[in-house]
Each structure stands twice: as structure tokens, then as C-alpha cells.
């Protein structure tokens, strides 16, 4: 094979559909499902998306997202969807929607749901409960605790309680809300959102005895759904994806975040995209999700009718590197099932990892939510120790060996 980035693999199907994101893993598994031979391109290659992807093309972390681009030339017309992180790339998804179907939200609107000064108050107005917002640092008699986060970002990567410092021009202030974090997943169309369910967020704060990384304790490190929740919130919610797909154009499927503070539903984000969480809420509905994302932009499909299939919870952890190392050849792979855990996203063995970078992702399911949850957070923390090496351990001298470079503020939407 001539370049050594791209993997190819035969696929029966006549669709094709071309996934892009940091991590395309988790999107491109879910229109396997739905029928399609999959292109996918992202920063990682993973074994597992080798394995099910049609073809693979891997951008350099120091090329990304731009490089993106440089591989859509050799794929016109086929229809592209984007996920995690290509929503902070405006000028990107305009070239993916250049020449070809663009399953997904067009920049405009990305750019308009994405500005929270403008988001926030047309909740407000509509009777929805949002932090308060600063762009910059409030009166010293100011009693909140306050929230930096940068204006472009995934996963909260970069979020941090706001220390007095001087915040920068391509950062905001944000009201602190204490309580549970949640996502909830939708399939907007022209007329309605409809509501497939909604998953308990893991942060880094919930999982940091893997990591001891506390100082990062609002990224995302997993989900668990779907969440059973009371009548009065789903209605809110519902109402909510409602409104992002009548007034600000939503289409697809797209997610918000929100916490519940006190049995107060607070509005903190919306990703307008196929998001982390979709995959633990497709174990349980009769499709996969990118059969609903797809036939949203088809004029002549309806909206789908969801029941739940299965009332199990699905949890997914993200391990993150507490050193710079090594994933060892011993490592189970993405086809073992070990005491009930199942795994994605997984790198080649001897790969080297920076410190804080995503390692590979566990799976479990179970009928209760704590159980999922110590379940991961355990078998994780067994996992690092018997399997990741510091790289004291590992001299890193073979020049064809890979490395994922430390830069997870791009890349922790997987």
C-alpha cells in the first residue's frame, strides 16, 4: 500500500459514507450497523477502526483539523458526516459540505448554537435555566464561583474554576453550578427534535483514582445510559431540543449537556453533532443512531419511532495516560470480552502515550447504575497497572513507532 496511513477493507454494502473527527471510531461503528462502507478520517487509526472501516486515513495531531481536507478530494460526491471537535472547525465543515451531501450541521448554524452570549438568553427568555456569564472578571464583591472556559473547545478540556487570574480573549467566565452532569441525545428535522435518550456524564473528578489528573476534573471521561428520569425533566428537555431544532436550524443527531442542580435542570451546552454519549444510548433503541442521523436529511423519511429495546445500561470510561508510556503487547484487544468489559478505541501495542492522552476506552453493561460505574472505574484502575508501563520501563528507539502527541485539548470528544 502506498501510503502507509490509509487501511482499506471489503464491505458487501453499496452505500459508502465518509466519518471524519478526532476520534471517528464510535460514529463509524454505528453506520456499520446502519448498512454503510465506511472512509473514516481522524488522529488515531484505531485497531478497531482498521477493522471496521472500509478505508482509514490518519492526520498528523500537528496537521489537524486542517489536514482533514487534504484526503476529501479523493472522495466527491460521497456523503460526509463530522464528529467530536470538527464543531470548533467552522471553516472546515464548509469544505466538507463543498461538492458533496453534508449529513451534519452546516457552519452557520454550528456557529450560531455554539455562541452561548446568544444562546443562553433565548433560553432564558423561553423560561430555561442557564449559568450566568461574564466575558470579563466580575466585581470583587461578587459571591459566585466562577467557571474559565475557552470559547472553542470539546469535552471540557481547559475548564477549570476560575482563579482571579486575567481572562484571555479567546476565553469566558461561566457560573459554577454544582450538582449532576447529564447528556441528552436528539435527531432533529425540519419539524421536531426527537428525544433517544439521556446518559449520566463521567468526569475526571468522578474516575480520578485511575489518573490522579484532579486538576482536570471537568473533562469527560465516560458515559452511562441510558438514564431513566423523571416526567417533568424529559418534558423540559424535550422542549428544549425542540427549540435548537425550530429556531436555531438543528438537524441530525446533536446532544446538550446540562446539569441537574437540586432537581433544577440547568442548560450548559450544546454539541451539534453525533456526540460521546450516542453510543450507550444505541444499546438500547431499535436502530442505530446513524440511521437516524441519516434519514433526518432525507426529505422524504419521517420522524423515527423510538421504544426502548433493552433495559440494560451501557457504560463507557475513557482511561487517560497517568504518565507518559507504553499500552503493552499483553493488553487485551478490541474483540475480548474480560469480566464484563469490552473494548474500543484501541491503539497498536507498544504504542507510545503521552501523559494526560486518552489510552483506549472500556465498555460494560449492568441493570444498575452504580454497579456499571464501580465496575469500570475498578477494572480501569486494574487495567492501567497491569497494563501501561511508564516510559522509565520502555526506551522509545524504533523510528516507526507511533506516538499520540499531548494535546488533549483537540482531541476529548471521543
Known sequence: MNNPS?????????????????????????ARRAGYRVIAIDLFGDEDLRALAEIVHVVSFDDYPAGIASFLSAYPEIPVSYTGG?????????????????????????????????????????GFSCPSLCRQPPPDDDDKTWLR????????????????????DDEYLQEYISGTSYSSLFVGNDNTACYLG??????????????DREHQSFQYAGSIGPISLRDEMVGQIQAIGNLLTLQWGLRGVFGIDWIDHQGDLYFIEVNPRFTASAEVIETSL???????????????????????????????????APCSGVLSFEAPHSCTIENEIRFADVPRRDT???????????LSQGGNENDVRERLVAYGREFVCRYFHSSGEHKQDSPTEFSRANKTDRLTAR
Open 286 to 320: 431499535p436502530d442505530p443512531v446513524f440511521q437516524y442521523h441519516e434519514q433526518s436529511f432525507d426529505s422524504t423519511s419521517g420522524n423515527p419511532v423510538i421504544s426502548l429495546v433493552d433495559d440494560q445500561l451501557t457504560g463507557k470510561l475513557i482511561l487517560f
Open 149 to 168: 472556559k475557552p470559547h472553542r473547545s470539546a469535552g471540557g478540556a481547559r475548564v477549570a474554576v476560575w482563579d482571579h487570574s486575567t481572562v484571555g
Open 352 to 362: 507510545f502515550i503521552s501523559e494526560g492522552f486518552p489510552i483506549l476506552t472500556i
Open 6 to 30: 490509509m487501511i482499506q477493507h471489503p464491505n458487501s454494502s453499496n452505500k459508502r459514507v465518509l466519518v471524519v473527527g478526532a476520534s471517528a471510531r464510535a460514529m463509524a461503528s454505528s
Open 198 to 211: 439521556s446518559s449520566r456524564q463521567l468526569l475526571l473528578r468522578d474516575v480520578a483514582s485511575i489518573t
Open 86 to 126: 470538527i464543531e470548533n472547525a467552522p471553516g472546515l465543515i464548509e469544505q466538507l459540505a463543498y461538492n458533496r451531501p453534508l449529513w451534519g450541521n452546516h457552519a452557520s448554524v454550528v456557529s450560531r448554537v455554539r455562541d452561548v452570549f446568544k444562546l443562553f438568553p433565548l433560553l432564558g427568555e423561553s
